[in-house]
Nanobody
Framework: QVQLVESGGGLVQAGGSLRLSCAAS????????MGWYRQAQGKQRELVAH???????NYADYVKGRFTISRDNAKNTVYLQMNSLEPEDTAIYYC????????WGKGTLVTVSS
């Protein structure tokens, strides 16, 4: 089992920044992918970004140039730096761990006011 705990969500004005963190604990593999997904009200969950143990990243087109994903393997923690936030970024952001089996955090709410 892997447990994921997200933090860093909150309310921010458009154009502002937030940094999300997700700490993984439990039966952590040496090689795994961690990422962030988001789900806005009334919409399906969608990929924001993910990063491999080797640091290879992948971003959704709508966050490229604004969001940066990074990780600290020693701490089993993944971060999402979100800049130039827009009201459309308002959603619950979920952390994801994938190594054969996929685990999800409980989510952290990000609200961007116009």
């Amino acid at each position: 089992q892997v447990q994921l705990v997200e933090s860093g969500g909150g309310l921010v004005q458009a154009g502002g920044s937030l940094r999300l963190s997700c700490a993984a604990s439990g039966s952590i593999s040496s090689m795994y992918v961690m990422g962030w997904y988001r789900q806005a009200q009334g919409k399906q969950r969608e990929l924001v970004a993910h990063i491999t143990t080797d640091g290879i990243t992948n971003y959704a087109d709508y966050v490229k140039g604004r969001f940066t994903i990074s990780r600290d393997n020693a701490k089993n923690t993944v971060y999402l730096q979100m800049n130039s936030l827009e009201p459309e970024d308002t959603a619950i952001y979920y952390c994801n761990y994938a190594r054969g089996i996929t685990y999800w955090g409980k989510g952290t709410l990000v609200t961007v006011s116009s």
